[in-house]
């Protein structure tokens, strides 16, 4: 995109009140690559899947167990995209979500992960082309948290406010775009009790495809 195209597209936002999509180009190239890993026909819930892929692998789901793989799809996506977050087989898929709220709030610092402020500033993070993930643990060690991948989007600071961040996520329902008051509904208290947290990892532009 021309500078001043990227002035003038940043400059309306701010006048509407929306973040701008400062590097317009990088998150087009990171979520192209997110987005065509098909995350609506891939991790399906209640079922045993490849957590690389995604794609089911026969094996029987444990009596209880609704195995869902909202972690997987994450780490999945941040291995495309040539950045680690847990995953397998350092830790279990169960309960990797929560696992991984905890690894983002020690050891991921040392891989690269920042801490976010808050879910404006996890909008922004996500619209300049960096790697954004909201995650919450379950208040029960023994239940599952969740986690998703903020996406871009202009919307505005007052939807943001109403509903979070525009999210991907597999999950009990899988969604290529919806949003974080959306995609942790079955949490009931994490959206409205301000228990999510993002964090944020820069992005080389040489580890995507370059289509």
């Not at 195209?5 to 936002?13: C, N, T, Y």
């Not at 397998?88 to 991984?100: E, G, I």
């Not at 899988?174 to 208290?189: E, I, L, M, P, Q």
């Amino acid at each position: 995109m021309p500078d001043r195209r990227k002035f003038l597209l940043a400059a309306a936002a701010l006048l509407c009140g929306t973040p701008a999509l400062a590097d317009a180009t990088l998150a087009q190239r990171l979520f192209a690559m997110i987005d065509g890993l098909d995350v609506e026909n891939h991790w399906p819930a209640g079922q045993r899947v490849d957590w690389q892929t995604g794609v089911p692998n026969g094996l029987p789901v444990a009596p209880g167990h609704k195995d869902t793989h909202c972690s997987a799809f994450v780490a999945a996506a941040a291995e495309h995209a040539g950045i680690y977050i847990l995953r397998p087989p350092d830790h279990s898929p169960v309960l990797l979500a929560n696992a991984q709220y905890d690894w983002l709030a020690g050891p991921g610092a040392a891989q690269g992960w920042t801490a976010l402020p808050d879910m404006y500033a996890a909008q922004a993070a996500a619209n300049d082309g960096q790697l954004v993930v909201a995650v919450y643990k379950n208040h029960n060690d023994a239940k599952p948290g969740h986690i998703a991948i903020v996406r871009p989007s202009a919307k505005s600071r007052d939807r943001i406010t109403a509903e979070g961040p525009e999210i991907t996520q597999a999950g009990l329902r899988n969604y290529t775009d919806t949003t974080v008051k959306t995609g942790f509904a079955d949490h009931r208290s994490a959206f409205a009790g301000n228990e999510i947290m993002y964090y944020a990892h820069a992005v080389d532009p040489a580890a995507l495809p370059s289509g």
